[in-house]
């Protein structure tokens, strides 16, 4: 009689269990992200009301705060797989950060730019060099240099290390941009949201925009599950695990 096998979810620490499993997850998280983008940009722009100082201009907030959130968010979560994999010198934790990287690069990049459009016609201006503005820019930098660093050196062991320290040590980045307008003097407005005050807009306004930040978090799953299969493959090319997929997958097509 066979014993049942208990589940254990450090088994998926190897990257042949891993693999199926990511390729399961990711059409859900996906098919959520769609879901919750929909609910949250109509509420956003069609049922939130008019703002009574900026007018409809605000709604970029609807964009704006959850794609700062999660570049923040990203770097950090990027930082613990990094810690993971140095204390335990584990394979995967490596490729889930760097799997992480080119979303929260993204997300970065569009909390810049939609800013740039929300500052003209609110500051005058697309660009100040103002703390936050500042630090957000060199978070966008640290992504850059991440995606390079790794991707320049031939053996992923190094390129692992290498991108490991990078991340740990430019996640002291990210405090200084949560706190960088209570830190200085900035232009930029305080946080949006806050655990430790009551929120400051109108509910419809803060629904929408806690939706759109959970729809981003389950964009970020989706297609870090995604990009990870393919570093799993790449990385264990010479297994005969994988040989066996490939070959499966090129009977199928």
């Keep these: 009689m066979e014993t049942p096998q208990r589940f254990s979810l450090f088994r998926y620490a190897a990257p042949h269990m891993f ?7 990711a059409p859900w998280f996906l098919a959520i992200a769609g879901v919750l983008t929909l609910i949250g940009l109509y509420l956003g722009f069609f049922v939130a009301p008019t703002d009574a100082v900026q007018g409809e201009v ?3 907030i609807f964009i704006h705060v959850p794609a700062a959130w ?3 968010f990203v770097y950090l979560v990027m930082a613990f797989w990094s810690a993971v994999g140095v204390v ?6 490596a490729m889930m950060a760097q799997a992480l990287a080119p979303t929260g690069a993204m997300f970065c990049f569009v909390a810049l730019w939609t800013g740039a459009l929300w500052g003209r016609p609110t500051w005058g201006a697309y660009w100040v060099w103002d703390a936050r503005l500042t630090s957000q820019l060199l978070l966008l930098f640290l992504y850059f240099g991440f995606i390079a660093l790794t991707r320049a050196i031939e053996d992923p062991r190094r390129a692992d290390r290498a991108g490991a320290i990078l991340s740990l040590v430019g996640a002291l980045n990210v405090p200084v941009i949560y706190f960088s307008v209570k830190w200085w003097n900035t232009l930029h407005q305080g946080a949006s949201v806050s655990l430790t005050k009551a929120p400051s807009m109108a509910t419809t306004m803060l629904w929408s925009m806690l939706v759109m930040a959970l729809a981003a978090w389950a964009y970020t799953i989706a297609v870090t599950l995604w990009r990870v299969r393919s570093l799993i493959l790449e990385r264990e090319r010479h297994t005969e695990w994988v040989g066996e997929v490939l070959d499966a997958a090129g009977e199928r097509a």
């Design 88 to 93: 335990f010198n584990t394979r995967l934790s």
């Design 70 to 72: 999660m570049s923040m």
């Design 19 to 25: 693999y199926p499993l990511a390729g399961k997850m």
């Design 58 to 60: 605000y709604r970029v």
